[in-house]
């Protein structure tokens, strides 16, 4: 956590301008407390493109922004995160990293130390946290029993650096983690690679310290996207969509029907769309500049990592 209040206006940069750089170097933009003072990419197109639309300064090296920011939002590829975070941290710049955090868990501890050491931010970009859905759930939620994920999407490309897990089920991950509050006790995975030469489709049941299990499965093989929850607990059971921004909660009531069942009562709930990106952008600088803590930090992202590492693992052991 900073201990001081950095001025305002604060400087911020982009690294990495590419499909959804380019969208953090817009929220910078239009936020009154920052000035994006540049965006750099080693595309030189792409970085003078985002750099003229927005009235600021291109590099094709980040290094020429090195000490000259406060604050500096990390969309590079999920190699160069280590490396790059790193070289902010040590020039004194809160991070804003995309995920997955890094390539490795040692990797990861190194940039919460690094955070530590200099008192600065490190968030981790878990954009699902910044739905409107999951920031509601936490008030339904008590003791979660059984949780059941599914995440499918139509393959992408951008994402093809690393697998199903590090790519989509990540997402899964640090929600459920965050909401179980329990280490993993063990874990059962299968997968199969489809449409790439890394596993597409991804299943792991994680069974944790505290007796809840969670069935999680990942696919980027689907024809359509779909992002949804279901979170089971003794008296009730959530849905959660997070695609399209809607809560739905079921609980046992206190009479029985005719046939001896017990009453369910149903509600639901929907959001507005909003904009997470936005949202995300805006906590990671109001933690800046009033001392806060990140809503997901750097220990977040080294918990999520380090799930996705083993279910990896294990899914690379089971395919050879």
């Known amino acids: 956590m900073v201990t001081t209040r950095p001025a305002t206006p604060l400087r911020a940069a982009v690294i990495g301008v590419g499909y959804l750089g380019k969208f953090h170097a817009q929220k910078y933009a239009a936020l009154p407390e920052v000035d994006l003072v540049g965006v750099a990419d080693i595309n030189a197109d792409a970085a003078r493109a985002v750099a003229n639309d927005l009235g600021t300064a291109f590099f094709t090296d980040y290094a020429d922004l090195l000490g000259n920011v406060d604050a500096v939002s990390i969309v590079v590829p999920t190699q160069k995160h280590f490396v790059t975070a790193k070289d902010f941290l040590e020039k004194g710049a809160h991070v804003l990293l995309e995920k997955p955090m890094t390539t490795t868990v040692d990797e990861a501890r190194q940039l919460n130390q690094l955070a530590v050491k200099n008192k600065l931010i490190l968030q981790i970009g878990h954009l699902e946290r910044f739905n409107p859905a999951i920031l509601a759930l936490e008030s339904e939620l008590s003791k979660p029993l059984f949780i059941e994920s599914h995440r499918v999407a139509p393959f992408n490309p951008r994402g093809a650096d690393v697998n199903v897990v590090l790519d989509l089920m990540i997402h899964d991950i640090d929600i459920i983690l965050d909401i ?141």
Do not use: W
């Open 180 to 320: 179980v509050k329990s280490p993993p006790h063990s874990i059962d995975v299968s997968g199969v690679p489809v449409l790439s030469k890394d596993i597409d489709i991804a299943n792991a049941r994680i069974r944790f310290e505290n007796g809840c299990v969670a069935n999680v499965t990942a696919s980027r093989a689907g024809l359509k996207s779909e992002r949804k929850m279901r979170i089971f607990q003794h008296d009730a059971y959530v849905t959660v969509d997070f695609q399209n921004k809607s809560l739905g909660i079921h609980k046992k009531g206190q009479t029985e029907t005719e046939a001896g069942v017990v009453e369910i009562l149903s509600d639901s709930k929907t959001f507005e769309a909003g904009d997470a990106l936005k949202a995300e952008i805006e906590s990671f600088v109001d933690v800046i500049l009033h001392n806060g803590s990140p809503v997901v930090s750097g220990t977040d992202g080294l918990r999520a990592l380090d799930t996705a590492i083993q279910i990896t693992q294990l899914l690379n052991n089971d395919v050879s």
